[in-house]
Structures are given as structure tokens and as C-alpha cells.
């Protein structure tokens, strides 16, 4: 089954710098989309970046410019490079993957089957 691993959160001052990282195992060959969610107290999920093939990226509005979202194919791993954080990018940090093919990422949740277990951060 398809599996999905978050690692790399923590806690960071305001203006420092976290990566996180994401490993897919059996993920489908068909698919080529992934995306980084966070979800905060009494917030909705927010997509926050998404990747298609190497090249098309999108990212939410308040991450743009200090977020960059990437993968490394030959390692089935995906990052999300996080700058400049601020208090309000604290959250539980969830890695997502589609089940099927599309040509331009998306940040709503209904793109995406498969789901981590998430990696905290807390930017203070």
C-alpha cells in the first residue's frame, strides 16, 4: 500500500528556516502530483504547495517567495524548503499524493488520495 512519511518539522524562531521531507513508498506509477497541507487549530486545511512532474508548481498565496516545493524522483522523496517563517506557518504539516495523473498541480484536498501521519511545526 501506498505510504507516506513526513519528517523534518520542529521549532524555529520567526525568520528561521525549516526543510521538511517526505518519503513515498509504492507510490503509483501513474501519478505524478504531490502537495504539502497544514493544518492549524481551528483553521481549515490549507494547501500550501504542489508539485506536478518536476516543473509545474503552485503555492498558496502566503507561503509564495519564502516556500519552494521539490522532489527528487530517483529517491521518491519531496521537500518543502521553508524560509523567513513566521508565526502563522505553525501547524501540522501533511504530505499528500494524487492517484492518477495531472498536468497542473492544484492546493485543494480533494486532488489528493493518499495522506502522511504529518510533522509538526511551531514557529515562535
Known amino acids: 500500500h501506498v505510504q507516506l512519511v513526513e519528517s523534518g518539522g520542529g521549532s524555529m524562531q520567526p525568520g528561521g528556516s525549516l526543510r521538511l521531507s517526505c518519503i513515498a513508498s509504492?507510490?503509483?506509477?501513474?501519478?505524478?502530483?504531490m502537495g504539502w497541507y497544514r493544518k492549524t487549530p481551528g483553521k481549515e486545511r490549507e494547501g500550501v504547495a504542489a508539485?506536478?512532474?518536476?516543473?509545474?508548481?503552485k503555492y498558496a498565496d502566503s507561503v509564495e517567495g519564502r516556500f519552494t516545493i521539490s522532489q527528487d524522483n530517483g529517491k521518491n522523496i519531496m521537500y518543502l524548503q521553508m524560509n523567513s517563517l513566521k508565526p502563522e506557518d505553525g501547524g501540522m504539516y501533511y504530505c499528500?499524493?494524487?492517484?492518477?495523473?495531472?498536468?497542473?498541480?492544484?492546493?485543494?484536498?480533494?486532488?489528493?488520495?493518499?495522506w502522511g501521519q504529518g510533522t509538526q511545526v511551531t514557529v515562535s
Open positions: 499528500a499524493g494524487r492517484d492518477s495523473y495531472r498536468s497542473n498541480p492544484r492546493l485543494e484536498a480533494k486532488e489528493y488520495a493518499y
Open positions: 508539485i506536478s512532474g518536476d516543473i509545474r508548481l
Open positions: 509504492n507510490f503509483p506509477r501513474s501519478s505524478n502530483c
